[in-house]
């Protein structure tokens, strides 16, 4: 009889997945269904990208690499660091690995033992927790509600910091709440790290170029140097080039800690892939204009979806930073019944009722730690967008 190890048996398969699954089959089955639960930009990776590969693979750059990423690409890294984010991180800081998400694993299994504990904000990137249990150690969860801008507080934090805390992630601009962090969100937070050496800060970035209305992003390892050399500043290719099936994520830390994550991906994957690492140089070192576009496309598919769930009596949309989701509250559709007479009890009871009545697919906010909510993504076209709000304006005002 198969036998799972205790380590992953309290890790379900993630509910995105699963909403994900259902809502192929109904497609399948010759259902008109909109999937608005992909976190993923719907443009294409640049040309200028793709022909580097190319040039790569012609080039005979088809082998094993160093083991934590090219000497070209560290160097492109650093450059970017230091150009966008004002952080100066040298070669043997910096590290790459398959996606921000190997990364944020390299980092969980080379420093936490069973105990530990890890400090994750809700609502949360449904990886973190799972990791963080994967590597054993435990997940301690903090509600960040909408009224506090889905942000962590510093009495929150000081609050949940014991002698067994070794990490807190935090996510800016986040996903699923799409907040971002202020220069002034962190310092209060910042403050309460400096008076506790033990505890690490490991802040994802990955959603740095997707901000809107002039929002100034900033990372913590450039706003308080004190505390550089515990701060694992993670980033990757995937969400800002439209990159997200060539698996490059990096990161640029404290040496040792860089060092044993390369421990663990050396005998998890050996390498990233080549290619990839090749035409992330290329993306990282060649024109960034396009961003400035694909950006103005992301605000008015946001300005569209919060306008039309704000129009929707019972939902409440906070007008997210950046990245590209909405997470909207839904408590007013609670205890309401359906055509069918189904009672709604939850947020995920919501969402499974917007499948089956409006054929309009998203995640419900129990998947990210926080109900009752729900998370668009608007990575789609804004002919798909409006049709979906318009399903779903029709489809709760259904519910008695
Ligand atoms: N971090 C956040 C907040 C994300 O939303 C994602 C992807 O959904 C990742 C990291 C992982 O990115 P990658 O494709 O580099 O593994």
Redesign the pocket.
């Known amino acids: 009889v198969f036998r799972p190890a205790k380590r992953i048996s309290s890790i379900g398969v993630s509910e995105i997945l699963k909403i994900g699954a259902k809502a192929q089959a109904l497609k399948r089955e010759g259902r008109p269904v909109i999937i608005l639960g992909a976190?993923e930009p719907d443009f294409d990776t640049p040309d200028h990208i793709k022909e580097a590969a190319w040039k790569a693979m012609q080039a005979g750059q088809t082998k094993y690499t160093a083991l934590d990423g090219t000497p070209e690409l560290k160097a492109a890294i650093r450059d970017k660091f230091s150009r966008e984010n004002a952080v100066d991180y040298a070669l043997d800081e910096i590290t790459v690995a398959t996606?921000?998400?190997?990364i944020l694993f390299n980092a969980m299994m080379a420093t936490l033992d069973p105990g530990d504990e890890v400090i994750i904000p809700t609502p949360y990137?449904t990886?973190y927790s799972d990791i963080v249990q994967i590597a054993e150690a435990k997940p301690v969860l903090i509600a960040c509600n909408a009224e506090a801008g889905f942000r962590l507080q510093a009495a929150q934090l000081e609050a949940a910091i014991t002698p067994k805390t070794r990490w807190v992630i935090l996510?800016s601009p986040?996903?699923p709440s799409g907040a971002g962090y202020r220069a002034e969100d962190y310092r209060p937070l910042l403050d309460v790290l400096l008076k506790h050496p033990q505890v690490w800060l490991l802040v994802?970035d990955?959603?740095e170029h997707i901000v809107y209305d002039g929002f100034e992003f900033v990372t913590p390892a450039a706003l308080e140097p004190r505390l550089k050399n515990r701060i694992l500043t993670v980033n990757?290719v995937?969400?800002a080039y439209a990159m997200?099936g060539w698996?490059?994520?990096y990161a640029g830390g404290p040496r040792d800690l860089i060092k044993a994550m390369a421990v663990v991906q050396s005998q998890a994957t050996s390498c990233p892939s080549s290619i990839s690492q090749a035409a992330s140089v290329a993306a990282l070192n060649g024109p960034q204009d396009f961003l400035n576009e694909r950006k103005a496309s992301f605000q008015r598919r946001r300005d569209l979806v919060v306008a039309g769930l704000n129009a929707i009596d019972g939902l409440d949309c906070r007008v997210p930073e950046g990245a590209f989701y909405t997470f909207s509250g839904c408590a007013g559709m609670l205890g309401k019944t359906t055509p069918a007479g189904k009672r709604l009890e939850t947020d995920t009871d919501f969402c499974a009722y917007l499948l089956e009545d409006a054929n309009v697919a998203v995640v419900p906010g129990s998947a990210f730690g926080l109900s009752p909510f729900f998370r668009i993504s608007y990575a789609s076209a804004e002919s798909e967008l409006r049709e979906a709000l318009a399903r779903i304006t029709d489809a709760c005002a259904r519910l008695a």
């Open positions: 976190g996606g921000a998400k190997q990137w990886s996510n986040s996903n994802d990955m959603y990757g995937s969400k997200t698996r490059i994520g």
